[in-house]
């Protein structure tokens, strides 16, 4: 089981229950109304593209939408929610001076899929450092989550780098959660989404958070048009990676006043 907390939790509480179980749920993060607006902005999308990533390893029943930002404006409600900004602080921030943005996904899985693949998502890095975390994932509910509808299945513990091998289906447990909360997981989690067996789609949006001096999985800056970057809030920028890491990582002749570097 995964703790479940709400949203008048603190996050040093939040933190405590990810760090000990590799995730940690916290229920009603936000209201109907932020996921309402961004489950309408993303309708489209899911719609038009969102067919195009389908393989073995994201499943032939779910939709994806990479690069959420550019599509879903209201998405930052959730993606730069103070909340991730915080959790992601304090996993991340003992080992860089600014985390960063890796990725932004939305995924709607429909009736029929069957469970994705065990994963670990900072698999996507070659090496590891003990007790460094690369990356830490939010993933936001746009549909109450159930064992049912495809709950994202999470091995509790699983930052420990056990062996995906040996999990066995005792040591999964579904992050049921009522639309609006988030799940926050380590990058070293071992998780993937669930088999839908309900009638109904369940969608969520997943946010990755990496250390500042990782190379971010999404391309940013060429992912999300820089026009709409340009209209983002500063902050929102940064954390899209436009700043350099310790004033030398990401630097470029075209940032004279050294705004992105303060
Ligand atoms: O859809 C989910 O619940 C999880 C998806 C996931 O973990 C992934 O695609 O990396
Ligand atoms: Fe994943």
Redesign the pocket.
């Known amino acids: 089981m995964l703790k479940t907390l709400d949203k008048n939790s603190s996050t040093n509480e939040i933190l405590h229950a990810l760090n000990d179980d590799g995730g940690v749920i916290v229920a009603n993060q936000v209201s109907d109304v932020v996921v309402d607006q961004v489950s309408k902005e993303l309708r489209p999308h899911f719609v038009e593209h969102g067919t195009k990533h389908q393989d073995d390893f994201n499943g032939y029943m779910t939709l994806r939408i990479y690069a959420v930002p550019g599509v879903s404006r209201a998405s930052l409600d959730l993606i730069a929610h103070q909340r991730c900004l915080e959790v992601a602080d304090g996993i991340l921030n003992p080992h860089c001076d600014n985390f960063q943005l890796g990725s932004t996904t939305a995924i709607e899985i429909h009736p029929g899929e069957s469970d994705q693949e065990l994963?670990r998502?900072d698999a996507i890095y070659p090496i590891r450092i003990p007790d460094v975390e690369f990356q830490v994932?939010a993933m936001w509910a746009l549909d109450d989550f159930t064992e049912e509808n495809g709950a994202t299945r999470v091995v509790p513990g699983s930052h420990d780098l056990r062996s995906i091998d040996g999990v066995s289906a005792d040591d999964i447990t579904q992050a049921a959660m009522p639309k609006g909360s988030v799940l926050f997981y380590m990058g070293s989690t071992i998780?993937?989404g669930g088999a839908n067996r309900s009638t109904l789609p369940r969608s969520g949006v997943?946010s990755t958070y990496s250390l500042g001096w990782l190379r971010q999985e999404d391309n940013q800056y060429l992912s999300i048009p820089r026009d709409v970057a340009d209209s983002f809030p500063e902050h929102v920028r940064r954390l899209m990676g436009y700043q350099t890491h310790c004033q030398s990582l990401g630097t470029y002749p075209g940032d004279p006043d050294g705004l992105w570097s303060k």
């Open positions: 994963h998502d994932s998780h993937g997943i």
